[in-house]
């Protein structure tokens, strides 16, 4: 069973900027769409931006120019860069993979419709 695991969460100020990481219990041989989504108390989960395996790029409109999502090959993970942060943005941050498969030493595992836990963002002053 994979999980993803995200990280980077915390308090930042209004204007300020946080880094998400999303991160699979294995190494990443490829995936389908891995995207960010996001939840703020009493709302419903919406998309914040995603990410294709190709390195195509979506954002929701009103993070774009904001945020930037980005695959780090070198820690493995699924980044967002969250900049200019809004008191609107404080949410739960979710990360989730449509499609996602792990290399292991003998063989691939190939995985759909994966959510992580969670991390929280709040902006404030």
């Known amino acids: 069973q994979v999980q993803l695991v995200e990280s980077g969460g915390g308090l930042a100020q209004p204007g300020g900027s946080l880094r998400l990481s999303c991160r699979a219990s294995?190494?990443?041989?490829?995936?389908?769409?891995i995207s960010w989504h996001r939840q703020a108390p009493g709302y419903q989960r919406e998309l914040v931006a995603s990410?294709?395996?190709?390195?195509?790029?979506n954002y929701v409109d009103d993070v774009k120019g904001r945020f930037i999502i980005s695959r780090d090959l070198a820690k493995d993970t699924i980044d967002l860069q969250m900049d200019s942060l809004k008191p609107e943005d404080s949410a739960v941050y979710y990360c989730?993979?449509?499609?996602?498969?792990?290399?292991?030493?003998?063989?691939?595992?190939?995985?759909?419709?994966?959510w992580g836990q969670g991390t929280l963002v709040t902006v404030s002053s």
């Open positions: 989730y993979a449509s499609t996602i498969i792990l290399k292991s030493a003998m063989a691939f595992h190939k995985y759909q419709g994966v």
């Open positions: 294995g190494r990443i041989d490829s995936f389908g769409t």
């Open positions: 990410i294709t395996g190709g390195g195509r790029t």
